[in-house]
C-alpha cells in the first residue's frame, strides 16, 4: 500500500506564495526510485498537469500556466516532494494532488499513485 499525503494548501492573497508538501510512506514503496508529479483540478474543470521530477531530481517540467512561478523539488531523504508556488493568481485555484509513477510524464496515465488533494485558494 502506497500513500501520499499532501498538505499546505490554504487560503493566500494573489501575488503570494505556498509551498505544498507530499510525504510519501509504503512499506514495498521506493521512494527515491520513483517519478513524482504535481496535478491540480478546478471546479468543473478537468485534472491538468502541474509540474514533476524525475527520481534523482535532475530532470524537471511544468505546466505552461505554472512555468516560471512554481518549483518542483524532492528530498529523498524525507520521501517528500515540494511544489513552490509564487505569484500565485486566482487561476491557480484548484485542489493539488501529488502522484507517484515510474517517469516523471505530463499525463495522468504516468502515474500509477494518487493523493487525496489539499486545496489552495487564491483570493483577488
Known amino acids: 500500500q502506497v500513500q501520499l499525503v499532501e498538505s499546505g494548501g490554504g487560503l493566500v492573497q494573489a501575488g503570494g506564495s505556498l509551498r505544498l508538501s507530499c510525504a510519501a510512506s509504503?512499506?514495498?514503496?521506493?521512494?527515491?526510485?520513483?517519478?513524482m508529479g504535481w496535478f491540480r483540478q478546478a471546479p468543473g474543470k478537468e485534472r491538468e498537469f502541474v509540474a514533476a521530477i524525475s527520481w534523482s531530481g535532475g530532470i524537471r517540467s511544468y505546466g505552461s500556466s505554472v512555468k516560471g512561478r512554481f518549483i518542483i523539488s524532492r528530498d529523498n531523504t524525507k520521501n517528500t516532494v515540494y511544489l513552490q508556488m509564487n505569484t500565485l493568481k486566482p487561476e491557480d485555484t484548484a485542489v493539488y494532488y501529488c502522484a507517484a509513477g515510474q517517469r516523471a510524464g505530463t499525463t495522468m496515465t504516468s502515474y500509477a499513485y494518487w493523493g487525496q488533494g489539499t486545496p489552495v485558494t487564491v483570493s483577488s
Open positions: 509504503g512499506r514495498t514503496f521506493s521512494f527515491s526510485a520513483s517519478a
